[in-house]
């Protein structure tokens, strides 16, 4: 089965779409900082990311895409990422490129593969993840 990295400062969170991948058979691997995930990537060899976008001292989510995205290592540096973010419920900014005058396209935006709005619902975030792996 598929092996997905959950990466969220908040430990409800975590456990919580922990249980909701384990009871579909999915292998978790944890982390809840940006340095956490990038040696998980590593140790893990997740087959995708969800991936929260505000953690402790801002938007470090959009960082830590970044960094993965420059991984030297062709295999985890490809992985799909799903970005979970609350920051609707705190502004009006969206990030969704859906939602702008046009400009970007799925992935020129962010590259990223996916966004799901917290609080997440674990029916959206298992067919989110069974659409990205296909």
Known sequence: M???LLVDDEVNVLRTLELTL??????????????EALAAMAECRPDLVVLD???PSGTEG?????????LED????????L?????HEHTEMRF????TDGTYQPGEFLPIQGWLDKPVKPQE???KIKELLG
């Not at 959009?62 to 420059?70: G, N």
């Not at 295999?75 to 990422?81: E, G, N, Q, S």
């Open 62 to 70: 959009f960082q830590t895409v970044w960094r993965i995205r420059q």
């Open 53 to 55: 976008v505000m953690m």
């Open 74 to 81: 062709a295999a985890l540096k490809d992985v799909p990422v």
């Open 125 to 127: 975030l298992l067919d």
């Open 83 to 87: 970005m979970a973010t609350g920051i």
């Open 22 to 35: 384990q009871h579909k058979g999915y292998e978790v691997c944890k982390a809840q900082s940006p340095d």
């Open 96 to 99: 969704y490129p859906e939602q």
């Open 2 to 4: 598929s092996k997905i």
